[in-house]
């Protein structure tokens, strides 16, 4: 059974840093493309960031470009997401995802890990 | 960068009604990887179709998905208790990965 588990979340002040986890188990991690997407109260899903299953080549959304860094550990079989220069519009439920092996469709989610941004 | 459009906003129907979902792309998506996603409050999001018309592991048959063009349509055959929810679609040709604002299939 797929499980992803997130952790890492709370609250940060505007400027701070938070670094998210997320555990990945019941599939073979190192063979997929990983996902972060993230949910703001109340609005709809927003794409944040991808990693190939390698860790060589990521994306990211013009949002969070230059501030956020995905990255894995396929020894750990952990996906990260390393969040720099936090600001309120950032505050979300964020989850990760394994992709399809057909393409970077999210096929399995966890259940998500709320970061509030607020002095 | 795609912009998805997803429409009608709000959608609501009683049980054993036909629901009608759409989702538009400003331009060709490749290989028409385009995705829909069912949400219920509280609850990570859960896959139904990829690849515009291919139903993920375990979703039944009354939920189904076509593309004319850049015109991407998820139907719903005849809603049950548990199909009120909120929908999105996503493309994942390429980055980025763009979800639609998604509709919202409510009990009239």
């Known amino acids: 059974e797929v499980q992803l588990l997130e952790s890492g979340g709370g609250l940060v002040q505007p400027g701070g840093s938070l670094r998210l986890s997320c555990a990945a188990s019941?599939?073979?991690?190192?063979?997929?493309?990983m996902s972060w997407v993230r949910q703001a109260p109340g609005e709809g899903l927003e794409w944040v960031s991808l990693?190939?299953?390698?860790?060589?080549?990521?994306y990211y959304a013009d949002s969070v470009k230059g501030r956020f860094t995905i990255s894995r550990d396929n020894s750990k079989n952990t996906l990260y997401l390393q969040m720099n220069g936090l600001r309120a519009e950032d505050t979300a439920i964020y989850y990760c995802?394994?992709?399809?092996?057909?393409?970077?469709?999210?096929?399995?989610w966890g259940q998500g890990t709320l970061v509030t941004v607020s002095s | 960068e795609i912009v998805l459009t997803q429409s009608p906003g709000t959608l609501s129907l009683s049980p054993g009604e036909r629901a009608t979902l759409s989702c538009r792309a400003r331009?060709?998506?490749?290989?028409?990887?385009l995705a829909w996603y069912q949400q219920k409050p509280g609850q990570a999001p859960r896959l139904l179709i990829y690849?515009?018309?291919s139903r993920a592991t375990g979703i039944p048959d009354r939920f189904s998905g076509s593309v004319s063009g850049t015109d991407f349509t998820l139907t719903i055959s005849r809603l049950e208790p548990e199909d009120f929810a909120m929908y999105y679609c996503?493309?994942?040709?390429?980055?980025?990965?763009?979800f639609g604002g998604g509709t919202r299939v409510e009990i009239k």
């Open positions: 995802a394994k992709t399809h092996n057909n393409g970077w469709v999210s096929d399995y």
């Open positions: 019941g599939f073979t991690f190192s063979a997929y493309a």
């Open positions: 990693i190939r299953y390698t860790g060589v080549d990521t």
């Open positions: 331009q060709t998506i490749s290989r028409n990887y």
């Open positions: 690849g515009a018309s």
């Open positions: 996503q493309k994942y040709d390429k980055s980025p990965l763009t």
